[in-house]
C-alpha cells in the first residue's frame, strides 16, 4: 500500500493504491501517482503487514507558466568506500526543492581492504568481498548497499530527485558497447550493459519506461515552471569510445582520430533532441544536466582527458553553435564525473575569437576521491583562464535560481575521511540569463 498526503501525519491522504513489488524487480516499488497539485508539497510512505516505511517528502513542479524561483542541489559521485556521506546529510538538511544528480551512484569496483590511510574507509558489503559487479544480481546488490546509508536515505526523503547516470553505474569509461577493458567481447559487455541498466531502472527515482535488453533512453527534459527547463542527458550509451588510446594527463599533441566529425558524444538522435528542445525553449533558464565536463582541460595542443567533451570537439561544436545561433545566453551546463568543483567559461572558437555562449559549474563528487592534490588548484585557474574557480575537496553544488539570478554556492567538507563532519560554503558565483559566464558574488 503506497499513500500521499498533505501532512506527515496522514491526515489527508490525497493519493493511495497498492503496487506489486515483484521478485523480477528485486522487490522495487515503482508508483506514479497521478492526480496531484501543482507547486505544492506531499509526504509519502509504504505499508506492508504490520510495517510502516519512513516518511518521505516531495514536492511537484510549478506550472508551465509560473515565475517560481527553485531551490535546487546537484552532485554526483558517492564511491561508498572512499569518504562518509557528510554531503548527503547536508543536503537533506537543506531545505531543497530538487536535488540532481548527475552520476557514478554505484561504483562498479569488487570490495577493496578497509584502510583510512589509503582512502579506504568503510566495509562494502557485510563481509567485505563484493566483487566487481557483472551480473543483475551483483548490481542489485551493488544499490542495496549503498541504500544502507542513513545519509543517503535522508537525502532521498527529503526532495524529489532527477537523476541521470555516468559511466560507474555499469563500467568506468565505457563507450557504447566497449568495455573499460580490451578484450570484452561485444557479446559479454552486451549482457553486462542490460543487467547494470535494468538494475540502475529498479532502484532509481526515474519516470522512464523500463530497459529494452542493453538499451535505455534515460534523457529527458523536466520544467520548473517557466524558471528553468532542465535537459537532462546521457553522453554513455551512444558515443564513439574515447579517442587516441583514452590517454590520462599525456602532455604529448591530440591525435588527428579526435577531430572526427562523425565521433558521437551524444548520438546523432539525442543530440538532435536537445539542441531542438534547447533552441525552442521559453524557460528563463536552459539547464543541462551533463556527465563529463564540458570546458576545455586542455595544455596547448595536450588534451588531459579524452573521456570529457574535449575528446569530442565535433559535437560539442555542433552544440555550442547551435546555442550561439539561436541567441541563447540562458545556458547553464551542471556537470559531475570529475571529483573536483569548478567554475568555467564555455567557448566557442579559440583564441582571440573565442566567446563564452554557456556557463559551465563542475560540482564535487560526494565521496569519490579527487584525481589532484588539493593544492594544485590555484595551478588551474592560473593556466586555464576561461576557469574561474577550481577547489579538490568532497561536497555539492547548491543553486538558488530565480528569473532574473542564478547563485551557485559550493559546499565542501574538509576531511571527508572521518564521519559527522561539518559542511561549509567555499565560494558562491552569480549568473545573470542575458550574459554567460559566472561573477564571484
Ligand atoms: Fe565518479
Ligand atoms: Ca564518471
Redesign the pocket.
Given at each position: 500500500l503506497w499513500e500521499v498526503a498533505t501532512d506527515d501525519d496522514f491526515g489527508d491522504v490525497v493519493a493511495a493504491g497498492t503496487g506489486p513489488a515483484p521478485l523480477d524487480r528485486a522487490h522495487a516499488v515503482r508508483i506514479d501517482a497521478g492526480g496531484l497539485e501543482p507547486s505544492t508539497w506531499y509526504s509519502y510512505r509504504f505499508r506492508i503487514g504490520e510495517w510502516t516505511s519512513p516518511v518521505g517528502r516531495t514536492r511537484t513542479a510549478p506550472p508551465g507558466d509560473a515565475d517560481e524561483p527553485v531551490d535546487f542541489g546537484f552532485a554526483?559521485?558517492q564511491?561508498f568506500q572512499s569518504g562518509w556521506y557528510n554531503a548527503w546529510r547536508d543536503v537533506a538538511e537543506s531545505d531543497l526543492d530538487l536535488v540532481v544528480f548527475l552520476?557514478?551512484y554505484i561504483?562498479e569496483n569488487a570490495s577493496q581492504p578497509v584502510d583510512p590511510a589509503e582512502g579506504v574507509v568503510r566495509p562494502l558489503g557485510a563481509d567485505n568481498d563484493e566483487p566487481e559487479c557483472t551480473t543483475l544480481e551483483d548490481y542489485r546488490r551493488r544499490y542495496a548497499i549503498y541504500r544502507g546509508d542513513e545519509n543517503l536515505r535522508a537525502a532521498h526523503a527529503a526532495a524529489p530527485w532527477l537523476v541521470v547516470w555516468?559511466d560507474?553505474e555499469v563500467d568506468n569509461n565505457y563507450a557504447d558497447l566497449s568495455s573499460e577493458k580490451d578484450g570484452v567481447s561485444a557479446e559479454e559487455f552486451t549482457a553486462r550493459r542490460a543487467a547494470a541498466y535494468r538494475a540502475w531502472w529498479e532502484s532509481m527515482p526515474v519516470r522512464v519506461p523500463p530497459p529494452e535488453g542493453p538499451d535505455l533512453e534515460i534523457d529527458r527534459t523536466v520544467d520548473w515552471g517557466s524558471v528553468a527547463s532542465f535537459f537532462l542527458i546521457d553522453t554513455r550509451q551512444f558515443r564513439a569510445d574515447q579517442a587516441c588510446g583514452d590517454a590520462t594527463f599525456d602532455l604529448s599533441p591530440a591525435c588527428d582520430e579526435v577531430k572526427g566529425a562523425d565521433r558521437q558524444f551524444l548520438g546523432a538522435a539525442q543530440e538532435a533532441r536537445l539542441i531542438e528542445g534547447l533552441t525552442g525553449s521559453a524557460a528563463a533558464w536552459n539547464v543541462i544536466g551533463n556527465q563529463t565536463v564540458m570546458s576545455p582541460l586542455v595544455v596547448g595542443d595536450a588534451i588531459l582527458n579524452y573521456d570529457q567533451w574535449d575528446g569530442y570537439p565535433e559535437a560539442r561544436r555542433r552544440l555550442l553553435s547551435a546555442i550561439d545561433e539561436a541567441g541563447l545566453t540562458n545556458t547553464v551546463v551542471i556537470t559531475?564525473?570529475i571529483?573536483v568543483a569548478g567554475v568555467g567559461e564555455v567557448q566557442l572558437g579559440d583564441g582571440d575569437g573565442a566567446r563564452t555562449v554557456a556557463t559551465e559549474l563542475v560540482g564535487t563528487?560526494i565521496s569519490?576521491d579527487a584525481p589532484i592534490p588539493e593544492d594544485l588548484s590555484s595551478l588551474v585557474t592560473e593556466l586555464l583562464p576561461w576557469i574561474q574557480y577550481f577547489d579538490a575537496r568532497r561536497g555539492w553544488t547548491r543553486c538558488r535560481v530565480d528569473s532574473g539570478e542564478w547563485t551557485a554556492e559550493f559546499r565542501v567538507v574538509d576531511d571527508n575521511l572521518a564521519e559527522g563532519q561539518p559542511v561549509s560554503t567555499d565560494a558562491t558565483f552569480t549568473i545573470r540569463p542575458d550574459s554567460p559566464g559566472a561573477v564571484p558574488a
Open positions: 554526483s559521485c564511491s552520476g557514478d561504483y555516468d560507474h559531475g564525473d571529483h563528487s569519490s
